[in-house]
């Protein structure tokens, strides 16, 4: 399987209104692909293919942004997946 990664230009997260937020998943070596992809697929909205390609980053570079937003926006997706055991920050 080849692992497309979308390099992403990270703006200064200073524009605390706006939508210049990062939910960042990070890898734990605890959680199962599968249960990753899965939530990703619930919490996100994420389509398989999405879910599968963050996971396979998270594993190979550590972490990886899976959604962009404002904070008000991001932090129940962050709170849910937290819940789930996953590492989630908001950046």
Request: negative net charge; glycine residues 8%.
């Given at each position: 399987m080849e692992i497309q990664e979308e390099?992403?230009?990270?703006?200064?997260?200073?524009?605390i209104d706006g939508e210049n937020h990062y939910l960042v998943l990070h890898n734990d070596d605890v959680h199962s692909f599968d249960f990753v992809i899965?939530?990703?697929?619930?919490?996100?909205?994420?389509?398989a293919h999405q879910a599968e390609q963050c996971a396979y980053i998270v594993h190979h570079k550590g972490k990886c942004d899976v959604k962009k937003?404002?904070?008000e926006f991001l932090h129940p997706m962050k709170d849910q997946?937290?819940?789930?055991?996953l590492s989630v920050t908001i950046d």
């Open positions: 390099v992403m230009d990270r703006p200064d997260v200073s524009d899965v939530s990703l697929m619930e919490i996100c909205s994420h389509e937003g404002s904070f997946l937290a819940s789930k055991g």
